[in-house]
């Protein structure tokens, strides 16, 4: 049998930690409560800790609807200031591994992070006039799926697909489909035929579906006189840089001179692009 000495050592021990313990414990509350330590937040209202401003209402709809790009730079100025490193930890320089989209006539400039090469790279600024909201039209921090929750979006939400934080379809598939040589009529793909038609797209659609680009995020006067001097700028939006093996279904504007009868591929195909992104009637050219 032990002696009840060494009870009375360990429970005095015992009593001892838990007091260091709970010491510890206030002092860091006391050092959360700092003002000093909050100063850096955003004053944002009530979204001034991490958590809050995770489920900001502006991540959702209705309010990203109106959101504007400065009103979410407030708090992620990371997504335009970041830039890529110079080199990796590894030691391999990132202006000696670019990949084949970034060494293409229109690339210019060192290489860039996903979102300064959609918002503030030269190519990007010249041709488009993208918006977080844009691409961002809510998404599911928790469980990052539509539906998950009664609260959440619903299941049948076409603002963001499952796992991902944007609708790829409805966004980069625009930009990053398959040319359609199909519905052409090209003989082969572009790189293998485009000499057969002066290496420009124009050699074609100066009169064939002339009434294209005009949405809020495109610059359509600038993309016509871009594309005038080099097709690598309409190729790179329409197959060149392309991430999919499927086209996009763009609409199909009527266009003057064009035949009454639709072809079977363009049945069901809409005439005018996607609501959010027309322009009032105004502002169209022809
Ligand atoms: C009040 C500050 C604040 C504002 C304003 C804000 N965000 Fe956020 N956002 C956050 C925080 C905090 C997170 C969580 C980051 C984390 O946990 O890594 C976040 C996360 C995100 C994410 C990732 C979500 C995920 O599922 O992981 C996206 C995308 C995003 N924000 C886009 C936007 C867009 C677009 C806007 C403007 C419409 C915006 N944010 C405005 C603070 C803000
Ligand atoms: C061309 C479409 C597009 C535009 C424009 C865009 N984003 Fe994103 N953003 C994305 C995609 C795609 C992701 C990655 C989503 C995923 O992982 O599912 C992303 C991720 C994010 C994230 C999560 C953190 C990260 O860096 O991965 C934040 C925050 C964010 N975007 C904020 C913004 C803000 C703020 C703007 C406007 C200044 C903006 N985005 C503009 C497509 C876009
Ligand atoms: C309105 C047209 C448009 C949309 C929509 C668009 N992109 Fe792009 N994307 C471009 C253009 C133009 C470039 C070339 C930019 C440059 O070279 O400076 C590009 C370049 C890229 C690159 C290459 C970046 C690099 O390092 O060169 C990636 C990756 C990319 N896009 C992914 C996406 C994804 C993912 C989406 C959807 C969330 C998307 N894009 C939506 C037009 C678009
Ligand atoms: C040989 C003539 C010809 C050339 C060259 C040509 N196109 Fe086309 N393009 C067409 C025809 C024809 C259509 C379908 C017209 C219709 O809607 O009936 C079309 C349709 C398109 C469409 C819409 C596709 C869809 O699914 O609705 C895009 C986008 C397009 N062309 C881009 C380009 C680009 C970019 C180039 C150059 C890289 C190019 N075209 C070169 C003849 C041409
Ligand atoms: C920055 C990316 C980008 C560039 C550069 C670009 N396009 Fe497009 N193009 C698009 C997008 C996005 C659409 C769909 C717009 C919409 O929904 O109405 C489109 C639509 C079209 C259409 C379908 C027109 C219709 O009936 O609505 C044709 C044809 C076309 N582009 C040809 C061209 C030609 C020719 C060039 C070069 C002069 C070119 N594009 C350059 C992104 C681009």
Redesign the pocket.
Known sequence: MESPKTGIVILALVAGVSLAGALLGWNVRQQVAHPAHSAALPAGGAANDHLRATYDPIHFKPAIESAT?AQ??A??R???EDKVRETSPAGVKAATSKAWYQRLSTYQGEQDT??RR??STPLAKELMN???????QG?DPRE?APGSSATSAPQSTQD?TL????N?ET??LKCHGQMNIGVMGLPSPWHESKEMFGNSCLTCHAAIRTNRHQVTYLKAEAIEAAGQKNADVCYGCHGGRSWYRISYPYPRHAWEGMSPDVPDWAKGRPTESEARFQLPPSANKK
């Open positions: 790009d979410c730079l708090c992620h990371e997504v335009l996903f979102h959609h918002l993208l918006n977080c909201t844009t691409c961002h998404n990052e963001f796992r991902k934080q944007v790829v966004t980069c």
